[in-house]
């Protein structure tokens, strides 16, 4: 299995950002799908996660109202759109897959991670 995340980048407080994720090497259709992020000095910090073949998803409170998680299923792909971003948005975001469901948090049940990407938010 392998993930290639990008769309990472600098912007400023209240900008908009879009990763995406590609999956392959697998049959993901019964994979859940997400990203976590790790922040300068912090540990890796669960943000959201969908299942490929369903719509339902789940976030970290943090994220909640601001951050949307969205599939294409067809594309093994998945999208987190980021709005309203704030400086402690910032840190390497990174893209996980796993078989079974999304609400799990723990980085040591997700066995699998693509590189990272660099989300920097600047106040």
């Known amino acids: 299995v392998q993930l290639q995340a990008s769309g990472g980048g600098l912007v400023q407080t209240g900008d908009s950002l879009r990763l995406s994720c590609v999956a392959s090497?697998?049959?993901?259709?019964?994979?859940?799908m997400g990203w976590f992020r790790q922040a300068p000095g912090k540990e890796r910090q669960f943000v959201t996660a969908?299942?490929?073949?369903?719509?339902?998803?789940d976030y970290a409170d943090s994220v909640k109202g601001r951050f949307t998680i969205s599939r294409n299923s067809a594309k093994n792909t998945v999208y987190l759109q980021m709005n309203s971003l704030k400086p402690e948005d910032t840190g390497v975001y990174y893209c996980?897959?796993?078989?079974?469901?999304?609400?799990?948090?723990?980085?040591?049940?997700?066995?699998?991670w693509g590189q990272g990407t660099q989300v920097t938010v600047s106040s």
């Open positions: 996980v897959a796993r078989t079974g469901g999304v609400a799990d948090g723990r980085v040591q049940n997700w066995p699998y």
């Open positions: 090497g697998g049959d993901f259709s019964s994979y859940a």
């Open positions: 969908m299942k490929l073949s369903r719509g339902s998803a």
